[in-house]
């Protein structure tokens, strides 16, 4: 592949190391292709407001694709620029259906507002969701007020379960009413609305900068970053990515705590 013109890359497990930083290298590579002109651009599960953090660490605010898929963010404007969410009719459906197939499934959801801290960019639960990260930072509610409102993404949590598991036992329900994945491997599903991934978010981001499929590298470690990698001209794979990935990626990188990214850009950059 000649030089990119735009670089995409996953944030959890890609971009940040262990240690949950952007390493020097990725920092200093990500510097140089920004000075080049070359775009960058962060394509996440994270909602908007768990980005600016991120974006502190990076010589760059760049465009954020959040949310899988379901949000576009600018971080130098702290603005919402789209969302596309549920409505409160499907995510009740979605409820229902959830519940015929794991019945002991918490059900969470993420909402939008228009800039990251606004109040109601909420991650709602309800009491029995429970979170797959210590720090969780949810607002809970009954199950109705869960449901009552648009939202970009909806989550399932099944301690008991594998994340595949999951998505085995709700593709058949679901059907067509919303799109499956994972980043997390161990009981919890993200559902989106059908045909909102993160590669759809992408192309909306490489449209802005004048720039086709063939010349977007980006970086992926888990399921939810499939779809990204199969669009991308170049999808890499990082040396700790989900089995999944590696039939798909083009290329497959170091580690995210051996400085992977860094060793793909610095060929460019």
């Not at 998505?167 to 559902?191: I, W, Y």
Request: proline share 7%.
């Amino acid at each position: 592949m000649q030089a990119p013109r735009l670089v995409a890359t996953d944030v959890d497990g890609t971009l940040l190391g262990p240690d949950d930083r952007v390493p020097a290298r990725a920092f200093a590579a990500i510097d140089r292709l920004v000075t080049a002109g070359v775009g960058f651009v962060l394509v996440t599960g994270r909602p908007p407001r768990w980005i600016p953090p991120v974006v502190a660490m990076l010589p760059v605010a760049p465009l954020a694709v959040c949310a899988n898929g379901g949000v576009l963010y600018d971080a130098a404007a702290d603005r919402v620029v789209w969302a596309r969410t549920f409505d409160a009719g499907v995510l009740a459906e979605l409820a229902a259906a959830v519940a015929d197939v794991l019945p002991t499934g918490g059900l969470a959801v993420e909402r939008v507002g228009a800039f990251a801290d606004d109040a109601d960019a909420r991650f709602v639960a309800e009491p029995a969701y429970r979170h797959a990260w210590p720090d969780g930072d949810n607002h809970v509610v009954g199950r109705s007020e869960l449901l009552d409102r648009p939202a970009v993404k909806m989550l399932v949590r099944c301690a008991e379960m594998s994340s595949e598991a999951m998505v085995a036992a709700l593709a058949p329900v679901v059907g067509g009413r919303a799109d499956l994945t994972f980043s997390h491997p161990l009981g919890l599903v993200e559902l989106s609305p059908p045909g909102v991934t993160k590669a759809t978010g992408l192309a909306d981001v490489a449209e802005r900068h004048g720039v086709g499929a063939a010349e977007v590298v980006a970086f992926g470690d888990m399921p939810n970053d499939l779809e990204m990698l199969r669009w991308a001209g170049h999808g890499v794979a990082m040396g700790n990515a989900h089995p999944a990935l590696l039939d798909v990626a083009d290329e497959v990188t170091a580690h995210h705590g051996e400085d992977g990214l860094a060793l793909v850009l610095e060929r460019w950059f």
